[in-house]
């Protein structure tokens, strides 16, 4: 055996992708990691600035700047400079006065900058000192590194640990402290239009809990050049609404104990009261939430134009947790991560949505330590306590859940009991009627029989009354399985038709490459792909006639699927070969995901029409874009669906739907999936439009549908 030796790890230079856009997978993200920076380092006031962000310039960026305590060239080189380092797990508060609990602690929220932008100076002054440090990372630099160098056996590689970044310093005022982050962009999909930062704004204005009061308050401002709506524009986090479902669970002393305020259902009183139960594993937390009716929601929309109601969103140490700040495909994850709308698949009406509570949990890092975000942002790490946190949210509403199904059978049960009173009153007052008929005055008799008659008449409108209120009772049980409306089987037919001749059309395009290039080694990969995506076809083509059998079969055949997961499977899986041919970037943003049980084909279809129109339309652009933005809101979901292609006329923005209208008719347009994808969207009660574009030139069509509560 030979005399060992040493190896050591080393980072490849494309380390710096892997924890940037590949971990973060959101913006929103990525902005929220850089101002929870700023908290940390005891910052009052966090400027947002976003230069040129609506078009392509040399001068399109965004900066972060602060007011905090800033950083020394020590800490730029032994902290922000160390991937992962452990100075935060340390340092558990910022420094005094402020001694905020720090918010970051895995050292590998920085590389939040390169999600959302190219280039990037860092500007730092630390507080009392008269020296600037500045440091320059060009991820562009790392990118071609990435992309030029072999990295086999015998060949010396550069490290990601190797690239040496510009650093020097410059002399300031002693009065000026901070840090600015300055972010360049040189890719169109890196752009900010108004509706993005709309997003912002609403997303950070609940970074800080409505409910926490520091001692030292923390504020963000937002300013754009292209936007007159931002204009130091204040982030306001304010939360007050006036409504009888409002219900604030603690910790509290019972004794010596600390125990649990929890919420329960007394099925004899029918109220919701509050008990004292031993602290969970998951450990102490406080929770203030409220249950909106219509009438709360029209309250709240008033009062928080703008601004969603987003369900149960939990805080830690006050500052939001980064699970709620990120949009997420996955459905086990992100703005449904705690499963309160998972569950409404399973007794629809019954169920309480997060589009009905508006809801702040807080948890502590010292209270509360098993309770971890996730390194990607995606979720909460998977362990016993934090299951257990889920159920105990879920129970409380729950609870609610009773208390409201409760009142609702009992005002129903008293609404019939009123109608049977009244008909038996109706019968007494024709039996009184006809005892006194014979002792009055002919012209009194007349209007005794008008009377009568009127009351049976009455009476028989009641007794219908209460035919039809429970034949309506008998028909509520069975509107979960009607929900979003069955199609009539030859609306199921017609897309079974439109999905053949996608999918022979995708198969002929793919076997005529096979007809005309085969064999061909050069092309082994892409006959290889090919062959694999015919499979795919042919099974796509074979599940939609198994489901045409079984509809046959049993009248309907609905699956529970997540929108936006079907959309970024079709960007990601389906359309990745053909947007990576035609240099398409994708862009997938969303508030929050949203379950619906219907046929994942007939969605599927309009999102295949649109980006098949997309991409015609991108044919000659340069630098292609397609972006789908979602948003969710107390009763509708909204989506924005655009590119950067051609456009479209105003003069046809109504036209465009009309059958074989079409734009792209020299691509092979036929115009027939646009009036396709209309006629679906308003089977489902919903619109959609051509809109002011958000890239010029370019098109964007918005989507709302409506889902009930």
Not at 163 to 179: A, D, F, K, L
Not at 187 to 201: G, K, P, T
Request: with cysteine.
């Amino acid at each position: 055996m030979s005399t060992p030796f040493k190896l050591k790890w080393n980072f490849d230079v494309s380390t710096f992708r892997l924890l940037g856009r590949e971990l973060i997978t959101d913006r929103i993200t990525a902005l929220f990691e850089l101002v929870k920076n700023c908290y940390d380092a005891n910052a009052n006031i966090t400027t947002l600035l976003f230069n040129d962000t609506d078009t392509l310039t040399n001068n399109s960026y965004i900066t972060i700047k602060d007011d905090g305590i800033g950083m020394s060239l020590n800490d730029i080189r032994y902290k922000w400079m160390v991937v992962g380092t452990n100075s935060k797990r340390k340092e558990k508060t910022s420094p005094a006065p402020y001694n905020r609990t720090v918010v970051g602690e895995k050292g590998v929220g920085r590389f939040a900058v390169e999600k959302l932008g190219s280039k990037v100076t860092i500007e730092t002054t630390q507080e009392g000192t008269s020296r600037k440090i500045i440091l320059e990372l060009d991820w562009t630099s790392y990118e071609t590194l990435s992309n030029t160098q072999n990295n086999y056996a015998g060949r010396k590689s550069t490290y990601f640990t190797d690239v040496e970044n510009n650093c020097w310093i410059s002399p300031c005022s002693r009065e000026e402290h901070g840090t600015t982050i300055k972010i360049f962009f040189n890719r169109v999909d890196q752009l900010w239009s108004e509706n993005d930062i709309d997003r912002a704004y609403s997303e950070l204005s609940k970074l800080v809990s409505p409910i926490y009061k520091p001692a030292y308050p923390f504020n963000i401002v937002i300013s754009s050049n292209n936007f007159s709506k931002y204009q130091n524009t204040d982030v306001i986090n304010n939360f007050a609404i006036d409504t009888k479902h409002h219900y604030v669970l603690n910790c509290v002393k019972d004794g010596d104990q600390l125990v649990q305020q929890q919420l329960f259902f007394d099925s004899e009183s029918g109220q919701v009261i509050t008990r004292n139960t031993a602290i969970f594993s998951f450990g102490p937390v406080s929770m203030d939430f409220y249950y909106l009716d219509k009438a709360d929601i029209r309250k709240y929309k008033t009062a928080y134009k703008g601004n969603r109601i987003d369900g149960i969103i939990i805080y830690r140490d006050g500052i939001i947790t980064t699970p709620f700040a990120e949009t997420e495909e996955n459905t086990d994850k992100k703005r449904d991560i705690l499963g309160i709308d998972k569950r409404r698949y399973s007794g629809f009406f019954d169920k309480i949505s997060s589009n009905n509570l508006v809801g702040f949990l807080n948890i502590t890092k010292e209270g509360n330590p098993q309770i971890k975000d996730a390194t990607n942002r995606q979720d909460f790490i998977d362990c016993t306590e934090y299951r257990e946190l889920k159920a105990f949210i879920i129970d409380q509403i729950e609870v609610i859940e009773r208390y409201l199904s409760y009142w609702k059978k009992k005002d129903s049960e008293a609404s019939i009991n009123k109608l049977q009173i009244a008909n038996s009153q109706l019968s007494r007052i024709s039996d009184t009627l006809n005892e006194i008929y014979d002792d009055v005055s002919p012209k009194v008799r007349t209007q005794l029989k008008k009377i009568d008659r009127r009351t049976k008449a009455v009476q028989r409108d009641i007794t219908k009354g209460i035919r039809h209120v429970e034949q309506l009772k008998q028909e509520s049980e069975r509107k979960e399985d009607l929900f979003l409306s069955l199609l009539s089987l030859q609306d199921y037919a017609a897309e079974l038709s439109h999905m053949v001749k996608t999918t022979i059309g995708n198969i002929k395009s793919m076997a005529e490459f096979f007809k005309t290039d085969f064999p061909n080694p050069d092309y082994d990969d892409i006959f290889k792909d090919y062959a694999t995506s015919i499979y795919n076809e042919m099974e796509k083509l074979s599940i939609g006639v198994k489901f045409m059998l079984s509809y046959a079969t049993s009248g309907s055949d609905f699956e529970t699927f997540e929108v936006f997961s079907l959309i970024k499977y079709l960007f990601e899986r389906i359309y990745k070969d053909r947007f990576d041919r035609a240099g398409i970037h994708t862009i997938l943003e969303y508030s929050q995901e949203l379950k619906i049980t219907h046929n994942k084909k007939f969605f599927e279809d309009i999102f295949e029409n649109l980006i098949s129109n997309s991409v015609k339309a991108l044919k000659n652009t340069p630098d292609k874009v397609i972006k789908c933005t979602g948003t969710v809101a107390e009763d509708k979901m909204t989506i924005r669906f655009s590119d950067n292609g051609c456009g479209i006329p105003p003069s046809d923005w109504e036209r465009i739907f009309e059958i074989f209208k079409t734009t792209t008719q020299n691509d092979g347009g036929a115009g027939i999936g646009l009036f396709t994808v209309r006629k679906r969207i308003e089977a489902l009660q919903g619109e959609i439009k051509v809109v002011e574009p958000e890239y010029t030139p370019g098109a964007t069509f918005l989507i709302t549908l409506p889902f009930k509560h």
